[in-house]
């Protein structure tokens, strides 16, 4: 039989790895009688640990929540897991988590054997946060993060204060996701009064949403895949314009050489095109010229090798045979 400390710390182990346990099944794990462990339940519930009981054949035991947070028990991956994950946040797109977070990392590595607090140091030594186009403006308040979240799982509607074309508007949505990359994130939602689904920034939402409002039911998300539906969103947005054009050529072709097109629309860009197409013919004009021809001759002329060989490619070009 296990000693009662260690006996404890595996009880309380499996307490945590499972929602619902049996009283038989943990007293099977711990290779005790019913009676000793409803002992060590109480002792449990004597150091802050919340243990819920439910009487009857089908009842048992499960770890509640407590008003204190107790001690977690943690194996050697999720161990390494959660330092990661501190790593990452000191440097993320939260508001007011670094020095949070950079506090937690360091006592849980004051904590972990040295084994584990080898594997930490290399991946902080090697590895360097890369920094965006973005700014810390682009940073979101935690608090804001989580009533959204919280709107977003109890299925309330918000009010949000969003800056627009039109100048800062009242939106009155229903939360659906969020969506987050390295840098922002994202909140998908129902836009009442467009009557379709909208990609909000939520670190352009001003303020904080008004109270939670009525329940809604959820409508279908746009697609199943929401990750890649805010992609295209934000992928999109900043254009005010938005062309279909057809290629005349195998996709495997396209982009290696010149190909046939046509513009199916917008009208407006078949004008910019030609404007285009005129500039460049101006430029190969110039480049064209028999005074830059002859300066291609003598350097031509002057070179041997591999630079003689591509200068000639320019002067074939040139149309100086």
């Not at 407590?66 to 990452?88: F, M, N, R, W, Y």
Request: proline residues 7%; aromatic residues 6%; positive net charge.
């Amino acid at each position: 039989m296990l000693e009662t400390s260690t006996r404890l710390l595996r009880l309380l182990s499996l307490l945590q790895s499972r929602r619902d346990w049996t009283g038989t099944e943990l007293a099977s794990r711990l290779d005790v009688g019913l009676r000793t462990l409803r002992r060590d339940i109480n002792r449990l519930r004597d150091l802050g640990y919340p243990v819920d009981a439910t009487p009857g054949v089908a009842g048992g035991y499960r770890l509640g929540t407590g008003a204190a947070l107790p001690p977690l028990l943690l194996d050697d991956e999720e161990a390494v897991a959660v330092a990661i994950s501190l790593h990452t946040a000191t440097t993320g797109s939260v508001a007011g988590l670094e020095e949070t977070a950079l506090r937690a990392l360091t006592k849980l590595q004051q904590m972990m054997p040295s084994r584990l607090r080898h594997r930490i140091s290399a991946f902080h030594a090697t590895t360097v946060a890369l920094a965006g186009p973005g700014s810390a403006q682009d940073q979101v308040d935690p608090d804001l993060l989580t009533a959204i979240a919280a709107a977003c799982r109890d299925q309330r509607r918000l009010r949000l204060l969003y800056p627009g074309r039109d100048g800062v508007t009242t939106r009155e949505v229903e939360p659906h996701r969020l969506v987050h990359t390295p840098r922002r994130w994202y909140l998908v939602a129902w836009d009442l009064s467009r009557g379709d689904w909208r990609t909000f920034r939520v670190d352009r939402i001003q303020g904080k949403p008004g109270p939670p409002g009525p329940r809604f039911t959820p409508r279908p998300l746009p697609t199943e895949d929401v990750a890649a539906y805010v992609s295209q969103s934000i992928a999109s947005a900043p254009y005010r314009y938005h062309a279909r054009i057809l290629f005349h050529a195998p996709l495997a072709e396209v982009g290696l050489k010149g190909f046939a097109f046509q513009v199916l629309e917008p009208a407006e860009l078949v004008p910019v095109l030609r404007s285009l197409a005129e500039r460049l013919g101006r430029a190969a004009e110039v480049f064209l010229r028999p005074s830059r021809s002859a300066k291609l001759a003598d350097m031509y002329d002057s070179h041997t090798g591999p630079a003689r060989d591509q200068l000639g490619q320019v002067r074939h070009i040139g149309g100086d045979d």
